[in-house]
């Protein structure tokens, strides 16, 4: 074989197998990027999520503490909340959202209404 076509070919094929890995190299790198970016986008929403509920239970705990909860619409927000949460959250979280309202608030309001 032809030392000049020798050296040709490796040189083609050293320049392609360079290329296949730099393109490579920053595919996955992008793809990396990209699943760390959205990872952090879905736990900003559950923050943000979560501390909507955590304000909205503050309140609606504040109201039952100083009787002015006279009706279930006053917990409408926390359910609401917990429907939100229901679309992003497990259903652990879920549970223990639920429990958060049917303990507190509940068990306030009718401690409350045993002592009026």
């Known amino acids: 074989m032809d030392t000049a076509i020798l050296s040709a070919s490796a040189g083609l094929i050293g320049s392609l197998i360079g290329g296949v890995s730099t393109f490579a190299a920053s595919w996955l790198t992008q793809r990396r990027m990209l699943r760390t970016q959205t990872i952090m986008q879905h736990a900003m929403q559950r923050q943000a999520l979560y501390s909507d509920f955590i304000v909205e239970a503050s ?3 504040t109201e039952a503490w100083n009787h ?4 279930p619409e006053v917990i409408a927000g926390l359910y609401s909340a917990v429907a939100r ?3 992003i959250s497990s259903s652990e979280i879920i549970k223990r959202a639920e429990q958060v309202i049917h303990l ?3 068990s306030l309001c009718r401690s409350q209404q045993n002592i009026r």
């Open 59 to 61: 309140k609606r705990l």
């Open 104 to 106: 507190n608030y509940c």
């Open 85 to 87: 949460m229901r679309l």
């Open 68 to 71: 002015q909860a006279e009706g």
